[in-house]
């Protein structure tokens, strides 16, 4: 109950929706818990996960209808899509739904990349009603005050432990593999296909002789061949609270699905950190009190599609999910950097209260700076829509604000990185403390 009084009062806190986008939310607020408020506010929405198998996704005049920021939309599409829809975001920043030629998608990316020097940036769907069905269910208002539980800091005997055992030359292996392995990891590909049943196999292998840990593949609609990884270690004492970390697998780069991705900052480098958090943690032996997830999402640069499906399915079945971290480009840094960056926009107030207080207590000495990504910048925003506290960290990038210039360019390497690993490191250790902190451990 006492989770339910917070999430309430985090309720009030929050901005007033419009009545006209989310109608029911004035009488859900005042007397449901929160996943039946959830459950409320996605009963109306199409299922995101497809049960057969996936789309091929890959024709270049199929229609794909894309919720982006107002100004994306006039700056990059005015004349590739069809404006249908313009409305009031929640920052008070005009969003737009278009409907635009998949193959015409990529100009949209390198737009928000080049120009809007940023990353993401856009939803995309199927069809015009699950567009609509977005923007209407849209939870984040509520999501960026709510608290969902209360976050501790008190689980030093399972966290400090493990920090010492975070390898940059493992990081660096996982990534040379991603990176490597495959020209692209484009999701419309069958290499994209591929590098997730790679991710599924080596999660599987860390998980190896544990009957508490699963790993699936998760398909959804819109994301051509590329299924998300799923990996879950069900909780002893609390297994109907969830934690999440999570990462994006696909790579993009001009010249469409075929031309030379590596992706090994974007974001190679946050699925092969999230990897090193697993082996340290299931080597350990360690059973947490909450059940965690760990996530390598589909189609994210292709407008956030994989996590997308995920996150609204957990709202549809009501999950009860208690923080969100996600990584996206880890691994660059030059000279006079910070040495992470915390997203301050699109994302839960307390969780980021949560993730400075790790930093202080766990890893402390360097420099955690703050960074505004804009709407739908990565993953995160999926489960803040939804209604989820989430959070994201990003690379120290370079001392006057920017990130990699390689990103979505056939550049983006591991040699472009210097070879290593080492900018990852302390994003291993703080997802490490987030694990521990927000499943906490059983027995204790
Ligand atoms: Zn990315």
Known sequence: MRAIGRFRRGVRRARPVPRREAPFLEIAVSRFAPQLLLSLAASVAAPAIASGPAAAGDD????????????????????????????????????AI?????????????????????????????????AEAFVRDDLSALAVSAQAVEYTVDNQATVTPWLGQVREADIR??????????????????????ASDWIRDSWKRLAANRADVSVEQVACGNCGQQPSVVLTVRGNELPDEVAVLGAHMDSIASGGS???????????????????????????????????????????????????????????????????????????????????????????????????????RYLGGGTLAEYRCGYGCSDHASWTSAGYPAAMLFEGGTATGGYSPHIHTRNDTLANMGN????????????????????KTSGM
């Open 258 to 360: 075929s031309a030379s991705a590596p992706g090994a900052d974007d974001d190679a480098s946050g699925v092969a950190t999230l990897t090193e958090v697993l082996r340290v943690a299931l080597g350990s032996g360690w059973k947490p009190r909450r059940t965690v997830k760990f996530m390598a999402y589909a189609a994210e640069e292709i407008g956030l599609r994989g996590s997308n499906a995920i996150a609204v399915d957990h709202r549809n079945r009501g999950v009860n999910v208690v923080g969100v971290l996600q990584l996206d480009m880890t691994n660059y840094r030059t000279a006079g950097a910070a040495d992470l960056r915390l997203i301050s926009d699109n994302s839960n107030a307390g969780l980021q209260g949560l993730v400075r207080q790790l930093y202080s």
């Open 60 to 95: 270049p005049l199929k229609p794909v209808y894309v919720v982006a920021a107002e100004r994306t939309h006039r700056a990059a599409l005015a004349d590739a899509g069809t404006r249908l829809r313009t409305l009031a975001g929640r920052d008070g920043e005009a969003l």
């Open 420 to 439: 290593s690993a080492a900018n990852s490191v302390p994003f291993a250790k703080l997802g490490l403390a987030f694990l521990g902190e927000l499943g």
């Open 173 to 194: 292996a996982t990534i040379r593999s991603l990176s490597g392995n495959w020209t692209t990891r484009h999701a419309a590909t069958a290499s994209g296909r591929a």
């Open 98 to 130: 278009s409907r635009v030629p998949a193959g015409r998608l990529p100009e949209l990316v390198r737009h928000v990349h080049e120009k809007e020097k940023r990353c993401g940036g856009f939803f995309a769907f199927d069809s015009r009603e699950q």
